[in-house]
């Protein structure tokens, strides 16, 4: 089985992340980068499935440059190879544009599943799977936490507020997966070393014939108007046991959709 | 020379980092330190399987080593979380069975079960074989060599297996200190002396590491401390006593830490044992600095048992002296200088 499964590089969420105040996005050289946490889900239940159904665990990545250091960090979990799609064309992109970048390369790559995270740490917007799903003209399972793969037939898990639902369908898929799915690896020294030697495939626009002007900045459907620095967080609401406290806890507790 | 980490080095050592804070050390060692072995065992295991223990098995016996440089990246993060366990033991029995060979009959057999984290070894030098004669004592202590599945004692040029005897009261209870009960001879011969020179260096090497680690995360957490605890209306950071003690530690840290580094990439040349001494007394002095002004910084809090600092505390202490005291290790840079 060809699986591809898309990582993204994001910033530290255990840094203070900016944005930059020339074009409004993402100043990715103020924090460290990290492979997005929700990604090494995704990751891991590739190389689960490979390892159950044979065949090959791809990377498939855009960003810039220091995105490579991600690719690393994933080739050494086990991936095979990596696709980098790095262009200064895609800077800016929004999640159409970005959603229409990755499903060339992914048709470039070709795929029998394709694997997401649920979103990533910086821009939250969720999206992603669904919409390479319709680009690419298969199936969605998305929000998995359990994954199943027979032949070719796959069938998830679909976690909801009220339990999970079960989908089903045939392959070439994309699956997008949540964090209660596994517990990814780690690195280890000897998949650290071997990953120096896996083959990594850096694509530009170009190469992954993508249409400049459906990319980038300029292009993007959705645009940051203007941003603040969130407001320091206020303190927390202070309920006095009166005898009541349990029922009051139990109340905050459902609101949260927690009971 | 190199002494910059490269990427691949980095992220093994980010790698045993996450493990090792997931892992909740300070919990396993309290238990470590109580004879409750299974929560530090486990830890070893999870440690072998990411390959920190191949580091010093030869490829030959399903290792990756030996490789000094990355062995110090890990023991480096086993001393900023204080793993608890006879590491730096292991890595000198490793380096010790792989230079015997095949004049062991189990040696592979052993190298094997140390690189995949099957056995945890220990090792009794009662004296310091790498060090000059004056500065060679030592204490005839197997680090928990009761928690090991494999216990080897140096005596003279003799190899011996020997088993755990009672355990001795330890100024840091989470190394634990048995005597060790001599047993049958297993090699004997000058190829025994000198392997036991090389192993002791690996040894000393492996502790210098840590001991930079240990100083480094009572630093941290002494900056932490220091932001954070309010006197006179201020954080306590922002006086300057604080603040230059601080910095001291850091400067006593940052010079250890090239030593360490250039050690491990003098291993095999003939100046290896010499520059593994000038990083031991180097990181003994700055753990100790850093453990002392951590105490300080932190009041009397410091000196409380619940409170985990004091368990990096009494880790640097022991350290210190633990594999030759920075008096002896000093011996030997003089005795080297002056021969050359």
Sequence with gaps: ?259 | MKFILDAEQRLFGETLDKILTEADTPSVIRGWAAGVHEPGLALWRSLAETGVLALAVPESAGGAGPLPVELVTAFHELGRHAVPGPYAETVAVATLLDRLGDELERGSEWLEGIAEGRVVASLALPTLPALPAPAQASAPYALDADAADLVLLVDGDALRAAAAGEVRASLDPARRLPSVVAGDVLAAGPSVAAAARVACDMGVLATAAQLVGVGRRLLEVSVDYAKARQQFGRPIGEFQAVKHHLADALVGLEYARPLVHGAAVSYGSPDFGRDVSAAKVAASEAAYAAAKIALQVHGAIGYTDEYDPSLWIRKARALHSAWGSPAAHRARVISSLAGA
């Design chain 1, 1 to 259: 089985m060809n699986i591809v499964v898309c990582v993204k590089q994001v910033p530290d969420t255990a840094t203070e992340r900016k944005l930059r105040s020339d074009d409004k996005t993402l100043d990715r050289e103020a924090a460290d980068g990290v492979v997005n946490e929700l990604d090494e889900y995704a990751v891991e239940e590739a190389l689960k499935l490979k390892e159950a159904h044979g065949g090959e665990v791809t990377v498939l990545t855009m960003g810039p440059g220091k995105a490579t250091e991600t690719i690393r960090k994933v080739l050494a979990m086990g991936a095979d190879k990596a696709v980098h799609l790095s262009d200064d064309a895609l800077h800016g992109s929004d999640a159409l544009s970005t959603s229409y970048a990755m499903a060339q390369a992914l048709k470039k790559i070709g795929f029998d599943l394709v694997v997401l995270g649920s979103e990533s740490t910086d821009a939250r917007t969720g999206v992603l799977a669904a919409m390479l799903a319709e680009r690419l003209g298969v199936p969605q399972l998305t929000l998995a936490n359990k994954v199943e793969v027979n032949g070719s037939a796959i069938a998830v898990q679909r976690l909801t507020d009220y339990g999970y639902d079960k989908v089903e369908a045939s392959l070439p898929a994309v699956v997008s997966v949540v964090e209660k799915i596994n517990e990814p690896r780690y690195p280890s020294f000897k998949g650290i070393m071997a990953a120096k030697k896996k083959p990594v495939e850096t694509l530009g626009v170009a190469d992954a014939e993508i249409s400049a002007d459906q990319v980038g900045l300029a292009n993007a459907w959705s645009e940051v108007v203007d941003f603040a620095v969130a407001p320091p967080r206020a303190a927390g609401t202070v309920v006095k046991d009166e005898g009541d406290g349990g029922a009051k806890i139990a109340e905050f507790l459902a609101s949260k959709k927690f009971v």
